[in-house]
C-alpha cells in the first residue's frame, strides 16, 4: 500500500520565518495530497490540497508544492505567527483508495 | 449547522469491557470515516463507510467493529477492550472519496 513519510517530525521557527514540511509518498498512482492542521484538542482541519494536474497551488501565506517525478510534495507557510503553531499532517490517496496519512510535524512558531 | 460531533469526549474502560462511540455528521456526506491517533503514530484509519449500509477495513481494523445503519451516523464499537486500545479517536465525513474530510473534536479512550 501506500507509504506517506513527512519530515521533520518537529520545526521551531522565529515567528516571521518561513517553515517548510516535506512529504514523499510511494504510490506513483496517487494523485490527490492534501494538507490537515490540528490544533491543540481539536480535529485536523484541511488546510490546502493540490492534484496531480498541477505543480503549486497557493492560498495567502501557504503554498503547495508537488514533484511526481520525485514523488514529493512540500508545504511552505511564510510570514509565520504564533497561530501558526499546530500539527501539519500531509496525505496522499489515489483512485479508489482512502486517504494515507504521514506522522505529522508539530511546528512552533516563537514570537 | 454543527458539522461531525462524537460522543462521549472521553471514557474510561476496564479490560475486557465493550463500548460504543457514536459519530454524527449533519452535511449530508456520504463517506464517513473512523481514525485512530497515537502519538507518533500520525492518523491510522480504522474503518470507512462509502455510504448506508456498507463499511470497509482500513489500515487497523482488527479488535473494531463498524455500522452505518443511518447516513448520518457511523458507530465504532470495542467488543473487549484492550490496553492498546487506549488512544484519541477521530470520526470524519466528506462527501466524496477525495475531497475534504472534517472531522469531529474526537473521543480519548483510556482502556485499563
Known amino acids: 500500500g501506500e507509504n506517506v513519510e513527512q519530515h521533520p517530525s518537529t520545526l521551531s521557527v522565529q515567528e516571521g520565518d518561513s517553515a517548510v514540511i516535506k512529504c514523499t509518498y510511494s504510490?506513483?498512482?496517487?494523485?490527490?495530497f492534501p494538507w490537515y492542521k490540528q490544533e491543540l484538542g481539536k480535529g485536523p482541519q484541511l488546510i490546502i490540497d493540490?492534484?496531480?494536474?498541477?505543480g503549486e497551488k497557493k492560498d495567502q501565506r501557504i503554498a503547495v508544492t508537488l514533484n511526481k517525478t520525485a514523488k514529493h510534495f512540500s508545504l511552505h507557510i511564510t510570514e509565520t505567527q504564533p497561530e501558526d503553531s499546530a500539527v501539519y499532517f500531509c496525505?496522499?490517496?489515489?483512485?479508489?483508495?482512502?486517504?494515507?496519512f504521514g506522522k505529522g510535524t508539530s511546528l512552533l512558531v516563537t514570537p | 449547522n454543527a458539522g461531525v460531533t462524537q460522543t462521549p469526549k472521553f471514557r474510561v474502560l476496564k479490560t475486557g469491557q465493550s463500548m460504543t462511540l457514536l459519530c454524527a455528521q449533519d452535511?449530508?456526506?456520504?463517506?464517513m470515516y473512523w481514525y485512530r491517533q497515537d502519538p507518533g503514530m500520525g492518523l491510522r484509519l480504522i474503518h470507512y463507510?462509502?455510504?448506508?449500509?456498507?463499511?470497509a477495513k482500513g489500515e487497523v481494523p482488527d479488535g473494531y467493529n463498524v455500522s452505518r445503519l443511518k447516513k448520518q451516523n457511523f458507530l465504532l464499537g470495542l467488543e473487549s477492550a484492550a490496553p492498546s486500545q487506549t488512544s484519541v479517536y477521530f470520526c470524519?465525513?466528506?462527501?466524496?472519496?477525495?475531497?475534504?474530510?472534517?472531522f469531529g473534536p474526537g473521543t480519548r479512550l483510556l482502556v485499563l
Open positions: 470524519a465525513s466528506s462527501r466524496q472519496q477525495r475531497e475534504t474530510q472534517y
Open positions: 504510490d506513483s498512482a496517487s494523485n490527490y
Open positions: 493540490i492534484r496531480s494536474n498541477v
Open positions: 496525505a496522499a490517496s489515489k483512485a479508489g483508495y482512502a486517504l494515507n
Open positions: 452535511m449530508n456526506h456520504e463517506y
Open positions: 463507510s462509502v455510504g448506508e449500509g456498507t463499511t
